[in-house]
T-cell receptor, first 113, second 116 residues
């Protein structure tokens, strides 16, 4: 079945460091891919998305590129801030059939000043 | 837009009591999802509706859980009787699917349930 695997956390970085959170997926066909962010005490918010191979999603300095050949959608940011501390979820949805999202387990990011 | 609205935000109850969680999706959305989040199990999809019809309830833990969507603007998740292991944060999310939309899910703020 479809699945999403993302790196274990927590990830602890100093402010202005480079961030990579790995995400790989297993799915038939060409799913849509998403990154969601959850700040403490809040619901999940869409961070970025990509709907086809080689698309790059970007938002708030975060980027992720849909890599069909490696079935990956790694999240990157060139310079993290303390305010980026949150839990990040990678997710996929097939473009036909079920409307279900498959979420990864989440990666907690802590950025130190 | 007000976003997805959930109530109550916090619920504390005793084992054996009935609990009802409520959700108002974003106006115009045609799909609604109920999730449960715990430290041990992460984010789990419980059930989702499309056009008010339950499509997949395979994630509902057991018969103690039931969900309804009587109209496009309201859904409930009921637990009867509640047990301590039901303690979690319950999220509702809605989206617009079909017709070429990219079906981003929008999450509510969640209901934190504590069963003593």
């Amino acid at each position: 079945g479809d699945s999403v695997t993302q790196m274990e956390g927590p990830v602890t970085l100093s402010e202005e460091a480079f961030l990579t959170i790995n995400c790989t997926y297993t799915a038939t066909g060409y799913p849509s891919l998403f990154w969601y962010v959850q700040y403490p005490g809040e619901g999940l918010q869409l961070l970025l998305k990509a709907t086809k191979a080689d698309d790059k999603g970007s938002n708030k300095g975060f980027e992720a590129t849909y890599r069909k050949e490696t079935t990956s959608f790694h999240l990157e940011k060139g310079s993290v801030q303390v305010s980026d501390s949150a839990v990040y979820f990678c997710a996929l949805r097939r473009v036909s059939g079920t409307y279900k999202y498959i979420f990864g387990t989440g990666t907690r990011l802590k950025v130190l000043a | 837009d007000a976003g997805v609205i959930q109530s109550p935000r916090h619920e504390v109850t005793e084992m054996g009591q009935e609990v009802t969680l409520r959700c108002k999706p974003i106006s115009g959305h045609n799909s609604l999802f109920w999730y449960r989040q715990t430290m041990m199990r992460g984010l789990e999809l419980l059930i989702y509706f499309n056009n008010n019809v339950p499509i997949d309830d395979s994630g509902m833990p057991e018969d103690r859980f039931s969900a309804k969507m009587p109209n496009a603007s309201f859904s409930t998740l009921k637990i009867q009787p509640s047990e301590p292991r039901d303690s979690a944060v319950y999220f509702c999310a809605s989206s617009l699917v079909g017709g070429g939309y990219t079906d981003t899910q929008y999450f509510g703020p969640g209901t934190r349930l504590t069963v003593l």
